[in-house]
């Protein structure tokens, strides 16, 4: 079965610092892995995915997030935070050879502090 | 995203009421998706359709009903309301085709059983 785990509740980080923010997951086959976004009272909007090729994918507003076949991760990283980051991060996965559904992780509260 | 709408936004019913949510979608995909939130837990899939006449039941399908009325339509019925289905309720949307291979979500229910 698929599953997906998001180690930390809540990630705070000061302005203009780095940020990760922690995902795992486990899939029987070749893992699609991506990362969500959630701002208040939105819905989830599309962050970026890997499928396969270079382990370093960049997707929106300057995110980018290395996967680690090794380390069964997909930790989302921005090298400079922003206050307008905070939010709600979501990790999923979708496990290519054994269906077509999503699996979401249980989230991330992202706090980029002032 | 406007491409999926949700009706309505917010809904307060009581225990052992019928209540439907609305979703529809102007992307034209195929495939849509019933999800619930709920803190700490991440979105649980509770129905899915890949057309009009192809409906399936996600992880927690129980105390649930769905209707595929259209491509374009997609409800979600509770049949008889109980507290604890208090949750935030998502539609999601994919087309598998495309480059993205993402879904698109609306904006959420939220829904409170008392």
């Known amino acids: 079965a698929q599953s997906v785990a998001q180690p930390e509740d809540q990630v705070n980080v000061a302005e203009g610092n780095p940020l990760t923010v922690k995902c795992t997951y486990s899939?029987?086959?070749?893992?699609?892995l991506f990362w969500y976004v959630q701002y208040p009272n939105r819905g989830l909007q599309f962050l970026l995915k890997y499928i396969t090729g270079d382990n370093l994918v960049k997707g929106s507003y300057g995110f980018e997030a290395e996967f680690n076949k090794s380390q069964t991760s997909f930790h989302l990283k921005k090298p400079s935070a922003l206050v307008s980051d905070s939010a709600l991060y979501f990790c999923a996965v979708r496990d290519y050879n054994y269906g077509q559904n999503f699996v979401f992780g249980p989230g991330t509260r992202l706090s980029v502090l002032p | 995203d406007a491409d999926v709408t949700q009706t309505p936004r917010n809904r307060i019913t009581k225990t052992g009421k019928r209540i439907m949510l609305e979703c529809s979608q102007t992307k034209g995909h195929d495939r849509m998706y019933w999800y619930r939130q709920d803190p700490g837990l991440g979105l649980r899939l509770i129905y899915y359709?890949?057309?009009?006449?192809?409906?399936n039941k996600g992880e927690i399908s129980d105390g649930y009903s769905v209707s595929r009325q259209a491509q374009a339509k997609f409800s979600l019925s509770l049949e008889s309301a109980i507290p604890n289905q208090t949750a935030l309720y998502f539609c999601?949307?994919?087309?598998?085709?495309?480059?993205?291979?993402?879904?698109?979500f609306g904006p959420g229910t939220r829904l409170t059983v008392l």
């Open positions: 899939v029987s086959g070749n893992p699609y």
């Open positions: 999601a949307t994919r087309d598998p085709r495309a480059s993205t291979d993402t879904q698109y």
């Open positions: 359709s890949f057309d009009v006449k192809d409906i």
